[in-house]
């Protein structure tokens, strides 16, 4: 059985450089750029940051459940956060071929309606605490507050009315991030959660 085994393997094995030798150099340059030093080429790989925390160290149960919710919440909120920051950079990049500020003007009423329609069953979903938690992931990915992005696209009233909307609930639409302070547990897990470990 071992014998053959082996066997299989090298047959992978040299099917595997046969194919990877019959690619184009064009391809592989797609897939892993090159480096060309003193007459050697060496092929480079650009890999992601990848952060290593120490174990928090949770000494009762009601802390075990607050990191455990803390988790749950940030990978609920976090896709929502980066779609906003998508759409935000689509939508200003779409306005700009547009001609004038009335063009303007409907397309972004017409975005409204349109995520508000979209969107509006997953938000009545999420909790009081799920919602603080994406004002200041979108300040994290957008790197302006919920508050400023409503008053460039709506104007000063309409971004003054949703803040204090938002102020009935005991949230803010002006809250920043702050990984270093407050937010620096949230961090941690945005940081994992972005990097597949959780």
Same mark, same amino acid.
């Given at each position: &059985?071992? /014998? ?11 099917? =595997? ?36 925390? /120490? ?5 009762? %149960?009601?802390?075990?459940?607050? #990191?455990?919710? $803390? ?7 976090? /896709?929502?956060?980066?779609?906003? #920051? ?5 939508? #200003? ?13 409907? %397309? ?8 508000? *329609?979209?969107?509006? /069953? ?5 909790? $009081? @605490? ?14 302006? @507050? ?5 008053? *460039? ?7 003054? =009315?949703?803040?204090? =909307?938002?102020? &009935? =609930?005991?949230? @803010? ?15 941690? *897990?945005?940081? &994992? *959660? ?5």
């Amino acid at each position: &059985m071992k /014998p053959i085994f082996i066997a299989c393997l090298l047959v992978a094995v040299a099917l =595997f450089s046969f194919e990877t030798e019959a690619q184009t150099a064009a391809f592989q340059d797609s897939i892993a750029p090159y480096l060309i030093q003193d007459g050697d080429t060496v092929r480079t790989l650009v890999l992601r940051d990848i952060y290593i925390y /120490p174990s928090i160290a949770r000494t009762s %149960h009601s802390q075990d459940a607050q #990191y455990q919710k $803390l988790v749950r919440d940030v990978k609920k909120t976090l /896709p929502y956060a980066k779609l906003i #920051y998508n759409t935000l950079i689509e939508t #200003y990049e779409y306005m700009i071929t547009l001609p004038d500020d009335k063009a303007r003007e409907v %397309h972004i009423k017409q975005m409204e309606d349109d995520l508000w *329609v979209q969107y509006k /069953p997953v938000l009545k979903k999420m909790t $009081l @605490s799920q919602g603080k938690l994406l004002i200041r992931l979108i300040d994290r990915e957008c790197n302006q @507050s919920s508050y400023y992005i409503l008053k *460039v696209y709506l104007g000063s009233f309409r971004a003054a =009315f949703w803040n204090f =909307f938002a102020g &009935m =609930f005991g949230a @803010s639409l002006k809250t920043e991030w702050d990984p270093d302070g407050k937010d620096a547990a949230a961090e941690k *897990v945005c940081q &994992m *959660v972005e990097m597949g470990v959780i």
